[in-house]
């Protein structure tokens, strides 16, 4: 499995994640503030790297990525935030706070050895 499918199954599915955590937060919860910017972030990651897809050219691709992973990185921040409020216990918390840094490092990856791979043109 390359990279970018990769990344592209991995961030579907912690979208997925994250929707359904923002259904919880806003309906057993009654949050709706933190709840939002999360949903805006963790959805976020998976939008950039299917629209990074289709990039113009390698320092398009590159942009699309490293937004993925400004995205990906302040979606960690919310879930310590709602995790360290108590909207989110431990073992939720632990376990999509795991899949947002397995995301994380993925992109990490991708966009240092494009860059990489970039200065070798």
């Given at each position: 499995?390359?990279?970018?499918?990769?990344?592209?199954?991995?961030?579907?599915?912690?979208?997925?994640r994250?929707?359904?955590?923002?259904?919880?937060?806003?309906?057993?919860?009654?949050?709706?503030?933190?709840?939002?910017?999360?949903?805006?972030?963790?959805t976020?990651?998976?939008?950039?790297?299917?629209?990074?897809?289709?990039?113009?050219?390698?320092?398009?691709?590159?942009?699309?990525?490293?937004?993925?992973?400004?995205?990906?990185?302040?979606?960690?921040?919310?879930?310590?935030l709602?995790?360290?409020?108590?909207?989110?216990?431990?073992?939720?918390?632990?376990?999509?706070?795991?899949?947002?840094?397995?995301v994380?490092?993925?992109?990490v990856?991708?966009?240092?050895?494009?860059?990489?791979?970039?200065l070798?043109?």
């Amino acid at each position: 499995m390359s990279g970018d499918s990769l990344i592209e199954e991995r961030s579907y599915a912690f979208a997925l994640r994250v929707v359904s955590a923002y259904k919880y937060l806003t309906e057993d919860k009654g949050e709706r503030i933190l709840s939002k910017q999360l949903l805006r972030s963790g959805t976020s990651v998976g939008a950039m790297m299917h629209e990074a897809k289709f990039a113009q050219s390698r320092a398009d691709f590159v942009s699309k990525a490293s937004i993925a992973l400004k995205e990906a990185n302040e979606t960690q921040y919310w879930l310590r935030l709602l995790h360290d409020s108590g909207y989110i216990g431990d073992a939720a918390f632990s376990s999509i706070f795991d899949d947002a840094r397995q995301v994380t490092a993925i992109l990490v990856s991708i966009v240092k050895s494009t860059k990489a791979n970039s200065l070798k043109y």
